[in-house]
């Protein structure tokens, strides 16, 4: 069975633009989180969606948002990008019950000049 | 005060050696308690649950202590591939976001 994929692998983008990143669950599973990892931290929690509904927000700015689609795949959206949201951006998914072992995909690394 | 707090290390030991791993955590209402690993510039992942009674996976041992809010990793007999990151990770109020620690930096070396 195929794990979490993420799409794109590495992004390169310059401040004040938008980025979409792409995240597909395992199959089956209907829950799917979003972290944010910076150099020499631990991933934080940006968002979770549970059968299209959004369960949880980390804390972090309006201009991250979130969706997920009937098939469970997801999107993260980053508005008006900062130098600081240079990270390893994370999905996550687990089955019914998101409180369950959360698999994560290999990341898209992006980097705002 | 962060949510999950570690050592950052880096803990750099020979092969074969014994090395332990703290955590400690500040939500006592936390439910959910895991150990994953991170490779350098790859994705975590998950290396065991910790319960209440303690687990054990071949050379590693997980020990959750409720009352101090405190977990650990024990690794024994120390290979060079276990040389990563190890994250200490527990859920979060609602039970559906995941916290974790900055990570703890081990070099086995041989």
């Known amino acids: 069975d195929a794990g979490v994929t993420q799409s794109p692998t590495h992004l390169i983008k310059t401040r004040g633009q938008h980025v979409t990143l792409r995240c597909s669950p395992i199959?089956?599973?209907?829950?799917v989180s979003w972290y944010q990892q910076v150099l020499g931290q631990g991933p934080q929690f940006i968002f979770q969606?549970?059968?299209?509904?959004?369960?949880g927000r980390g804390n972090f700015p309006d201009r991250f948002s979130a969706r997920q689609f009937p098939n469970y795949s997801s999107e993260l959206n980053v508005n008006a990008l900062l130098l600081g949201d240079s990270a390893l951006y994370l999905c996550?998914?687990?089955?019914?019950?998101?409180?369950?072992?959360?698999?994560f995909g290999p990341g898209t690394r992006l980097l705002v000049l | 005060r962060k949510e999950v707090e570690q050592d950052p290390g880096p803990f750099n030991v020979p092969e074969g050696a014994t090395v332990a791993f703290n955590c400690t955590y500040s939500?006592?209402?936390?439910?959910?308690f895991f150990w994953y690993r991170q490779d350098c510039r790859k994705e975590p992942k998950l290396l065991m649950s910790?319960?209440?009674s303690g687990n054990e996976d071949g050379r590693f041992t997980a020990q959750l202590n409720r009352a101090s809010q405190y977990i650990s990793l024990l690794i024994r007999d120390s290979k060079l591939s276990d040389s990563a990151t190890y994250l200490c990770v527990v859920n979060s109020n609602s039970g559906y976001a995941l916290n974790f620690g900055k990570g703890t930096s081990l070099l086995v070396t041989p």
């Open positions: 969606y549970y059968e299209k509904e959004e369960r």
């Open positions: 939500n006592s209402a936390s439910q959910s």
């Open positions: 199959s089956g599973h209907k829950s």
């Open positions: 910790v319960y209440s």
């Open positions: 996550a998914s687990s089955s019914w019950d998101p409180r369950e072992t959360q698999y």
